[in-house]
């Protein structure tokens, strides 16, 4: 049984940063692409950013790489989203998705 379960969501205010992490049972991160999706209130699910099975990364958008950073660690089948320079703009709830499986999501608040 796969299960995705994001983590590291939270208040923080505009300007901090937070690391949201996805850590994977049944499935492996290092077999498998995956991505960060986001959803804000009364908007759409968007993407934001993905690693495919190697490694190599994918940004929705220039000023999203310029803010956000995807990465993995092998070791603990975990890809975490590093957010910097958060804005209120960026609440919503977090998402990692892997082949058709999706988390439960992880509240982000920010604010200013």
């Known amino acids: 049984q796969v299960q995705l379960v994001e983590s590291g969501g939270g208040l923080v205010q505009a300007g901090g940063s937070l690391t949201l992490s996805c850590t994977a049972s049944?499935?492996?991160?290092?077999?498998?692409?995956m991505a960060w999706f986001r959803q804000a209130p009364g908007k759409e699910r968007e993407f934001l950013a993905g690693?495919?099975?190697?490694?190599?990364?994918?940004y929705s958008t220039d000023s999203v790489k310029g803010r956000f950073t995807i990465s993995r660690d092998v070791a603990k089948n975990t890809v975490s989203l590093q957010i910097d320079s958060l804005k209120p703009d960026d609440t919503a709830v977090y998402y990692c998705?892997?082949?058709?499986?999706w988390g439960q999501g992880t509240q982000v608040t920010v604010s200013s």
């Open positions: 998705t892997s082949d058709t499986y």
């Open positions: 049944g499935l492996t991160f290092s077999k498998h692409s």
């Open positions: 690693m495919d099975w190697s490694g190599r990364t994918q």
